[in-house]
């Protein structure tokens, strides 16, 4: 077993015991069982698929804290606002989001199989963590989903132009079956990168690339500590203006309107906002996520859809690559190997991380995750790069 700290190093602990751990310590903050498993699976499939900024490195950063502080309420009812049938408004009142996405995910695609297409918007959620977890339930059962989420009132990244901060990252996630191979998911900041891969390699004492933050002057920054010390701020997907900074804005602004303005939950761009240094500022309180999900097979035939599905993926991993040793492939391919290879081989996680754990346990009389006896050969440090984008 892996006993260093340093976060190039990494242990294996199983996915049935990492699931089951998570579930406890929700569990242990106060969600009923179910919301508790539900909410595992979403946050353990950020290191199940390599995603790991998004994964249980937020567990004592970002989730438990929402509980310690009073921010989300474990055993909340969400409240249905308005039930139009085919799209429905809902009050998550400060429910946790790792479950209540799925479950808006899930409501969609009950009414997308009676009406063909499902809406439903949230107000007054939290964190839903990878918004691709989510999505991807509902391509499992056949059909499409678009979800986006805002980040409520927290402002990470300035307008171009501007001086003050006024939108979140902003992330969206697409997701779809492609055949009998892994569906498509797409998840996604609207942001070059979100803030988690920033805020790890910080912690993790490593310079970003270029193109990820930029100074007042627009210079690069490769210092990540320079985003929450004040002096580094964070550039919209397509860098600047001249390269298709106006791209990654607008679909910003896309999933505000979308997720936040038509539910009615926090929004960023306010005017007391202006006078922020444009820097990270306010806090995730009352996000918003909106979800749609259309049923391919209450459209047209199930069959047809099937077919010209399984042919459009099939032109795409067929197709000749520039480098054989590099096939073509499609956002959600890479993360589905990792999940496949990380369900037999064992979830890997850094030993900072899994030392973190083993603590949380500790200090709520929880069973500890254990390590794997050890790592399969060739087993290195987690990914933390998707090559979807995310």
């Given amino acids: 077993m892996t006993t260093s700290t340093s976060a190039t190093t990494s242990v294996r602990v199983g996915l ?22 539900t909410a595992a699976h979403a946050l353990v499939h950020g290191d199940l698929t390599g995603i790991t900024s998004h994964g249980l490195t937020n567990l004592t950063r970002l989730y438990l804290k929402l509980f310690e502080d009073g921010r989300c309420d474990p055993a909340a009812e969400p409240r249905v606002l308005a039930d139009r049938g085919a799209a429905v408004l809902l009050d998550a009142r400060r429910a946790l989001g790792l479950w209540s996405a799925s479950e808006a995910v899930d409501l969609a695609a009950e009414r997308a199989l009676q009406y063909g297409v ?133 679909l910003g602004l896309l999933v505000e309107v979308l997720g936040a303005l038509l539910p009615g939950a926090g929004l960023g761009p306010a005017p007391e906002a ?3 240094s444009g820097s990270p500022s306010g806090q995730d309180d009352n996000i918003g996520f909106t979800v749609l999900v259309v049923a391919p097979a209450e459209l047209r035939s199930r069959e047809d859809f099937e077919s010209q599905t399984a042919g459009m993926f099939d032109a795409l991993v067929g197709s000749p690559a520039v480098d054989e ?59 933390t790069v998707s090559p979807s984008g995310a």
């Fill in 118 to 250: 499902g809406l439903v918007s949230v107000r007054d959620a939290t964190h839903l963590g990878c918004a691709g977890a989510h999505a991807k339930r509902a391509a499992d059962r056949g059909m499409i989903c678009l979800l986006v989420s805002n980040c409520g009132q927290q402002r990470i990244i300035r307008p171009p132009g501007g001086q003050a901060a006024l939108l979140g990252t902003n992330p969206l996630a697409f997701a779809a079956p492609a055949g009998p191979r892994p569906p498509l998911v797409l998840d996604m900041s609207t942001t070059v990168v979100p803030t988690g891969r920033v805020r790890g390699a910080a912690r993790a004492g490593q310079p970003i690339p270029e193109g990820w933050l930029e100074d007042r002057d627009g210079r690069p920054v490769t210092d990540p500590q320079a985003l929450d010390r004040g002096d580094g701020y964070l550039k919209w997907l397509g860098g600047d203006p001249a390269t298709g900074a106006f791209k990654g804005y607008g």
């Fill in 274 to 276: 202006w006078s922020g």
């Fill in 16 to 37: 049935t015991e990492l699931v089951e751990f998570t579930t406890a310590v929700f569990r242990h903050h106060g969600l009923p069982p179910g919301r508790a498993l």
């Fill in 325 to 383: 040793a590099r096939p073509v492939r499609y956002p959600g391919w890479f993360e589905a190997e990792r999940a496949t290879e990380h369900g037999k081989s064992g979830v890997p996680l850094s030993a900072p991380l899994f030392a973190e754990l083993v603590t949380v346990a500790k200090d709520r009389s929880l069973r500890a995750p254990t390590a794997l006896p050890e790592s399969p050969p060739g087993a290195g440090s987690p990914s």
